[in-house]
């Protein structure tokens, strides 16, 4: 075998989709440089949690140059269930030593949506395969096809290619690709629209079709862009916004709705001058989607977290939150998912909100905090760019310490899933003494138990819509912790960090376990085995 030292570099490792099915082939792409021709012996240790499933060895021959090799392996057809995959090379003299991903098998992505986005719709876009590739990178399994609609109110173009309202050339050709790429990928794809939104001109055409203010006067969105019109339940703007729905559903292979509002109105009235309930037309609408459409993912947007009582109580497939000021504390998004669970019987919940991109501790912080808490974050999209405005299209390009980070943020979220995130319960935390400033989560699992510890060190309280420095480091901390089982083992976890699980010693004194947390950067979590 040649010499790895000189000839091998191992550049990444992913899999082919953002998600698998129960009982589908998992594969994984290995990357890698060659200077010569060679054979190589790889080593494959896949985990299940911080348990090792399987080892085994490949031997490959590459060619000199770049080499793209496929690994696969046919996992158990229990779901959900969330995997870790660690390849070296037989002398450990390749660069880097290592190599680390994560896959996972669900039943359906809405149990555990990582949702991301597109914005070019356009026949000059980039090729769709390697688009979805890139977000199959961080196991994206579901996509929010932001603004591709002809009109707010006419969803679908009379001609394959079009111009949308702000002037930007699309194709209905291209979208199809999309979609097509995306599935083959592992991803839904759903179709962006307005529940109360309409053009200038198809406004004005329809009086009695507005929603209007106190004043009776009909209510703009934008200097003479798109007017609001009554959303109200069997309402001639309900009747035809349904009806465009289920035209783009038979003519397009979308897989649901997701539907959008605009935070204000929160009150108006039709044209005879009666009050008119927003938040019941929201319920009211998600309802009849969801008659229509029985075996389709249904979403909308609590923009500012509202009407969250209604959305949460209404047939939605998940939680969809847009967060705006006055939640700006990193623990308002705690707060906002915590309820968000609860009012709608724990389904999962996807926060978005807006921050640009080189505030990267942000960034980290907002993700801790929203797993932790059982939710996830609608943030990686076109071209693997960062969402960063309300308006998509003004995505924001990624620095390699921040892709790094989010790539091991979304391995570990998907590889110890059954210990954290949205398919559980959050727990009540046992009494522990923590240092100041750091946040808890508990979850009592299958396996045993999970504490998620995230550093909000601060003299001042940490607001994510603003810039700040990185919480002070903890050092050292003793830990103990009451626990209804007896653990065999508790294992230490850096999310953003690609290492393994460390196992921690543990000293056990009745019904309590003592241990020392050797650090605490911005985010740990704990994993007590039974």
């Known amino acids: 075998m040649t010499d790895l030292t000189t000839s091998l570099q191992l550049i990444d490792l992913y899999p082919t989709r953002g998600m698998y099915a129960p009982d589908e082939m998992v594969h994984v792409i290995l990357e890698c440089d060659v200077q010569h021709i060679c054979t ?3 080593n494959l240790a896949i985990y299940h949690g911080p348990r090792i499933v399987t080892i085994h060895t490949e031997v490959r021959n590459l060619d000199a140059g770049r080499n793209l090799m496929d690994f696969s392996w046919l996992p158990p057809a229990e779901a959900p269930a969330g995997y870790g995959l660690v390849l070296t090379c037989e002398d450990g003299k390749s660069s880097p030593a290592r190599l680390a991903t994560a896959f996972d098998v669900l039943p359906d992505w809405t149990v555990f949506p990582r949702y991301g986005y597109l914005t070019d719709f356009s026949h000059s876009r980039p090729d769709e395969n390697s688009t979805m590739q890139n977000l199959a990178r961080f196991h994206v399994n579901g996509l929010q096809f932001y603004d591709w609609q002809f009109r707010h109110d006419q969803l679908l173009a009379p001609t394959d290619s079009y111009l949308d309202p702000l002037g930007r050339p699309l194709s209905l050709s291209a979208i199809k690709k999309l979609i097509s790429a995306a599935h083959a990928h592992g991803m839904a794809a759903m179709p962006y629209l307005a529940v109360y939104a309409a053009s200038a001109e198809f406004w004005k055409g329809h009086p009695g079709w507005m929603l209007y203010d106190s004043d009776h006067k009909p209510i703009p969105f934008g200097e003479d862009f798109l007017g609001i019109m009554n959303p109200v339940a069997g309402g001639p703007w309900q009747k035809h916004l349904l009806d465009q729905c289920s035209r783009v559903l038979d003519a397009l292979p979308f897989d649901g709705l997701h539907i959008d509002q605009y935070g204000d109105p929160k009150s108006g009235f039709d044209v005879k001058q009666q009050p008119v309930d927003i938040a019941l037309s929201f319920g009211d609408f998600i309802r009849a989607a969801a008659e229509r459409n029985p075996d389709r993912p249904i979403l909308f947007n609590a923009v500012g977290n509202w009407p969250i009582d209604t959305l949460a109580a209404a047939p939605v497939s998940f939680n969809y939150i847009e967060i705006w000021p006055p939640d700006i504390h990193y623990v308002d998004l705690a707060r906002i998912v915590r309820n968000a669970r609860i009012l709608s019987h724990e389904k999962p919940v996807v926060i978005a909100l807006y921050m640009p991109a080189v ?4 960034h980290l ?7 932790s808490a059982g939710g996830n974050r609608i943030e990686i999209g076109e071209d ?5 405005d309300p308006y998509f299209p003004k995505h924001e390009a990624i620095s390699g310490s921040l892709m790094t980070s989010l790539r091991a943020g979304a391995d570990f979220a998907v590889r110890y899933e059954e210990w954290i995130g949205p398919l559980l319960s959050e727990s009540k935390a046992p009494e522990l003494k923590l240092p100041a400033g750091v946040e808890v989560f508990y979850r009592k699992v299958k396996g045993g138990a999970s504490l998620s510890f995230v550093n909000l060190t601060s003299t001042e309280p940490l607001c994510w819509n603003e810039e700040h420095k990185k919480p002070n480091n903890i050092a050292s901390f003793a830990l103990e912790i009451p ?9 230490l976890l850096e999310p953003y960090s690609s290492e393994e699980p460390v196992p921690l010693e543990l000293d056990l004194r009745g019904e309590k376990v003592s241990l020392v947390i050797p650090n605490l950067a911005l985010w740990t979590v704990l994993l007590f085995e039974r």
């Open 40 to 42: 190589i012996t790889f």
């Open 359 to 362: 505030r990267e501790v942000n």
């Open 365 to 371: 912080l907002v993700d801790a905090i929203i797993l």
């Open 384 to 388: 693997a760019r960062l969402l960063t």
């Open 483 to 491: 626990l209804d089982f007896i653990p065999q083992k508790a294992w």
